[in-house]
């Protein structure tokens, strides 16, 4: 097995769902922000019903950890819920990236 192999097997993917008062307010960038810190690729994106979507690929820890970061109140805007899951990381992403 590769390398590349061993360490994309020892990756989680986040998904979440962050609703409330999160466009117009820099989250998305205060997001990769966060996930550029703990060194996680993926990206943010603002949903046409107001809310934002994040996909995070990084090892358990750091994902869990962002995780804390978005449902912990310091973020611009007003968090209402985080609706997260989690998956087996593709490795589709090579940065943060917003859009």
């Known amino acids: 097995m590769a390398i590349d192999d061993e360490v994309q097997r020892n990756r989680t993917r986040l ?36 809310s934002v979507k994040i996909v995070a690929e990084g090892t358990k820890e750091a994902v869990e950890d962002f995780l804390a970061r978005l449902d912990s ?13 989690y998956a087996r990381a593709t490795g589709e992403f090579t940065r943060f990236g917003v859009g």
């Open 15 to 50: 998904l979440a769902i962050v609703s409330g008062q999160v466009q117009g307010v820099g989250f998305r960038y205060w997001a990769r922000e966060q996930a550029e810190q703990l060194d996680l690729h993926g990206a943010a994106m603002n949903q046409p019903d107001g």
């Open 73 to 85: 109140g310091d973020s611009p805007g007003l968090i209402r819920n985080v609706d997260a899951t």
